[in-house]
């Protein structure tokens, strides 16, 4: 692209207008403004627009499965863009953050070698992973949740290991899921029904969970069925791929696990926390975990505990355990339950179940008369990487009831008519909400598959007050609302008041998630937020990781940055095209929408 010059001090107008391929639609950028404010190109720009073009339509892109093809130029004087080529066969299923050679370096003490560990930049891959072959895309939901295709996800381990409990079975050339699990070896839905006896699930009141420990994510599976959307995290350890199985099904998980590191989730989000044998010891280290758990858990929600230590005096010799130690762990959960103003609702077989309190002042003068240490920190939601403690977070003060949902995801979020978030105010929350109803109507047009169920596992990765999730939210699928650490405003717990779910990240490191989990990929302005804080390639490179064969991605940012994303991409595979904002050509803000293409490990690979 020219480059603006100047001659006798005054400046060269550049104007370049690219026409799509196929399409009426164009572009136009600016190098340079004239002194006027508006270019030459702009009234070639009105004048094309007034012909009527339809900038909704996008023929020369197809988003449907095994459906391949090349990058189509926008700009045939652009320098040829650098081709990032496959990795090797053996990084099939990668995790940069999680990768077992790097975590065998770390301490075992409190599981800190299962946590976030990253490369070196040295250290960094720079080509594509590949898919395995024999790779296909997904069953829709709900078959999903009940069969991944064998070649996905080729590990047969888990149905040997945990044959008696309904995990996983191994059929022909598919996986099934009876929905069983460790504690509900009679399936997810008998279980669910006796905490739903105590716990009001039917009614909206409970929303979002949390599943710690949550195997291949059964229970956040069944919960779906009931309007329930859990995130569940377990760690990559011996049972391999348990969070890849839960992603290959549809259900929303991550690579996670409660070491050292604070959960990467806001104050007060969840209704209801959940553990099902899931082998933490609630009870060590002075009820450090217990206390994280009650920092995202919002006043009067749950926390349900299946497994031991639960009904020890009954089930100590099934366990294997001696009584003693059974005993002492329960004593000690029971103790910091106290402490943090949990109220056991239902203990009941080997299920226990207690309920945060609603009201914290008195709880508050309670803890302080028990000299309870209070966590120092001013900000509940500072969380990425920071140390966990022995400690009590105090529950926020914002004003509002929980709505049931679905009238929750549109009501106004208790953080929001509080006045909790700096610059957040009820108009601006309402204003982002029609916004992105629009958006997300233009987008329609442009992928008329978006509301088919092609896509189940979605993610925006700068979800904003979650207005994209908002808009697009259907029983077909779910959004990974991502608040970036760096961003301005701290918005992931207005999210969770909106019943929806998220996670706090820095995109200059990779995802915590297994390569190909997500079916599409949204970014509104991510690019230009992360403008000289870490290589755009390596955000990308990450995006095409995550990405499924045949997944679509919409990136929504300023025209020149977008330029430049284009141009990567297309070394990676993608097909892309650019179209301009709904509101018109003149909008400097564009849309580029793209599909990466299918391709599968072979002997080409080269790093």
């Known amino acids: 692209m020219a480059k603006p ?70 700009d045939e004087f652009e320098s040829k863009s650098k081709v990032f080529e496959p990795c090797d066969a053996r990084y099939i299923d990668y995790t940069p953050c999680q990768d077992q050679r790097r975590a065998m370096t770390f301490p075992r003490e409190n599981m800190n070698y299962r946590e976030r560990h990253c490369p070196p930049e040295e250290e960094k891959l720079h080509c594509m992973i590949p898919a395995p072959k024999g790779y296909v895309t997904p069953f829709p939901w709900p078959k999903s949740r009940d069969y991944v295709p064998y070649a996905n996800a080729p590990y047969k381990s888990l149905t040997v290991e945990k044959a008696i409990q309904n995990w996983i079975q191994y059929e022909g050339n598919v996986f099934r899921f009876p929905g069983g699990g460790t504690q509900f070896p009679q399936g997810a839905d008998r279980y669910i029904d006796q905490l739903a006896s105590v716990i009001p699930i039917k009614d909206g009141t409970v929303r979002t969970a949390l599943d710690t420990g949550c195997g291949v994510a059964s229970w956040g599976a069944y919960l779906w069925s009931r309007n329930v959307i859990a995130m569940s995290f377990a760690p990559r350890d011996s049972h391999e791929a348990q969070v890849q199985f839960a992603l290959e099904r549809g259900v929303p998980a991550v690579i996670g696990v409660l070491g050292t590191i604070k959960l990467p989730y806001p104050s007060a989000a969840f209704d209801m ?13 002075d009820g450090m975990y217990m206390m994280e758990v009650d920092r995202v858990l919002r006043p009067g929600g749950y926390w349900v505990l299946s497994g031991p230590p639960i009904n020890w005096k009954i089930n100590y010799k099934a366990w294997q355990r001696p009584k003693e130690d059974l005993e002492e762990e329960q004593r000690k959960i029971e103790e910091t339950a106290k402490l943090l103003c949990w109220e056991k609702k239902s203990e009941n077989s080997e299920i226990a179940i207690w309920q945060k309190t609603l009201d914290t002042e008195s709880c508050r003068s309670r803890q302080e008369e028990s000299s309870v240490k209070f966590c120092e920190s001013t900000d509940a939601n500072d969380v990425w990487y920071k140390k966990m403690e022995v400690c009590v977070t105090p529950s926020p003060k914002v004003s509002g009831d929980y709505k049931p949902f679905p009238e929750r995801l549109y009501a106004i979020p208790p953080r929001i008519a509080s006045g909790s978030v700096p610059g957040v105010s009820v108009e601006t929350y309402q204003e982002d909400n029609k916004k992105w109803k629009k958006h997300v109507n233009a987008y329609k047009k442009i992928n008329r598959l978006l509301d088919t169920g092609r ?11 979650g207005s994209f999730a908002a808009a697009i939210q259907s029983s077909k699928l779910w959004v990974m609302n991502v608040v970036p650490t760096i961003a301005e405003k701290s918005t992931l717990g207005v999210i969770y008041e909106r019943g929806l779910i998220g996670i706090y990240h820095d995109w200059c490191e990779g995802f915590s998630t297994y390569p ?19 290589d755009t390639e390596d955000i990308l ?55 990466k293409q299918y391709w599968v490990a072979n002997a080409t690979s080269t790093q």
Request: with cysteine; hydrophobic share 40%; glycine share 8%.
């Open 541 to 595: 490179l990450e995006m095409d990781r995550i990405l499924r064969p045949e997944g679509a991605v919409i990136i929504r940012d300023e025209v020149d940055v977008l330029i430049k994303v284009k141009k990567l991409v297309e070394g990676m595979r993608w097909n892309t095209k650019m179209v301009d904002h709904e509101d018109g050509p003149l909008v400097p803000e564009k849309i580029l929408i793209a599909v």
């Open 5 to 74: 010059s100047s001659a006798n001090g005054r400046t060269r107008s550049h104007v370049q207008i690219f026409i799509v391929v196929g399409m009426c639609c164009f572009f136009y950028i600016l190098g340079a403004w004239q002194r006027s404010g508006f270019g030459k190109g702009d009234s070639i720009a009105l004048e094309i627009t007034k012909k009527g073009a339809d900038c909704n339509v996008v023929p020369n892109l197809s988003f449907d499965s095994h459906h391949g093809g090349e990058v189509s130029k926008i």
């Open 455 to 465: 896509y189940r596992n979605i993610m925006d990765m700068n979800a904003g007050l």
């Open 273 to 285: 926390a959940h553990c099902s044998r899931c082998l933490i010891p609630w009870g060590a280290n």
């Open 516 to 534: 190909r989990t997500y079916d599409l990929i949204h970014s509104d302005s991510l690019f230009s937020l992360y403008k000289d804080k870490c």
